[in-house]
T-cell receptor
Framework: DGGITQSPKYLFRKEGQNVTLSCEQN?????MYWYRQDPGQGLRLIYY???????QKGDIAEGYSVSREKKESFPLTVTSAQKNPTAFYLC???????????????FGPGTRLTVL | DQQVKQNSPSLSVQEGRISILNCDYT??????FLWYKKYPAEGPTFLIS?????DKNEDGRFTVFLNKSAKHLSLHIVPSQPGDSAVYFC????????????FGDGTTLTVKP
């Protein structure tokens, strides 16, 4: 039963604390992504990784960090430097076949982070 | 500068009628386009896609049309069903970095019984 799991579903954090959001996939996908969604807005790319031990900043990487030590896992850390971290965070993965066409992304259920 | 725009935040249609969701893009390098459907508090799910070498792609009740000269695509749902009520996101990507997509802000579709 392949898919993407994100944990926890809801997360509360005190201002000034770092917090790590988990993302695991068993689809054997090379590429993984982290997005942030705010109310009434689309998905904004935070970081993405196309291969293990490599990742690139997306459009809104400031205040976030990631690691990609295993193909299956792509955790996102929301640091205290992120000024407005309350949002819905989505992780996704896709096949990576550069130059051969599109690859749709498969999304996890999301984590709602609230900073108190 | 938002490269993918969905200018209608919401759309309401009657069950059985056609739903037309629109999307405009500005980056002429985009050559793959995807539509995703999203229910509240869930992740988006892939719906249908189209390559720039085509102008139409059909999958059951869903059809996507691409007008490259106008940099415009649309998703048609016929007939619309109450279960289609969701947020629909348009996304675009380039062949050089397939998989990394730019998303629009979404259109909330409500299908009334």
């Amino acid at each position: 039963d392949g898919g993407i799991t994100q944990s926890p579903k809801y997360l509360f954090r005190k201002e000034g604390q770092n917090v790590t959001l988990s993302c695991e996939q068993n689809l054997n996908h090379d590429a993984m992504y982290w997005y942030r969604q705010d109310p009434g807005q689309g998905l904004r790319l935070i970081y993405y990784s196309q291969i293990v031990n490599d990742f690139q900043k997306g459009d809104i990487a400031e205040g976030y960090s990631v690691s990609r030590e295993k193909k299956e896992s792509f955790p996102l850390t929301v640091t205290s430097a992120q000024k407005n971290p309350t949002a819905f965070y989505l992780c996704a993965s896709s096949l990576r076949t550069p130059g051969s066409g599109y690859n749709e992304q498969f999304f996890g259920p999301g984590t709602r982070l609230t900073v108190l | 500068d938002q490269q993918v725009k969905q200018n209608s935040p919401s759309l309401s249609v009657q069950e059985g009628r056609i739903s037309i969701l629109n999307c405009d893009y500005t980056n002429s390098m985009f050559d793959y386009f995807l539509w995703y459907k999203k229910y509240p508090a869930e992740g988006p799910t892939f719906l249908i896609s189209i390559s720039s070498i085509k102008d139409k792609n059909e999958d059951g009740r869903f059809t996507v049309f691409l007008n490259k000269s106008a940099k415009h695509l649309s998703l048609h749902i016929v007939p619309s069903q109450p279960g289609d009520s969701a947020v629909y996101f348009c996304a675009a990507s380039t062949n050089t970095n397939a998989g990394k997509s730019t998303f629009g802000d979404g259109t909330t579709l409500t299908v009334k019984p």
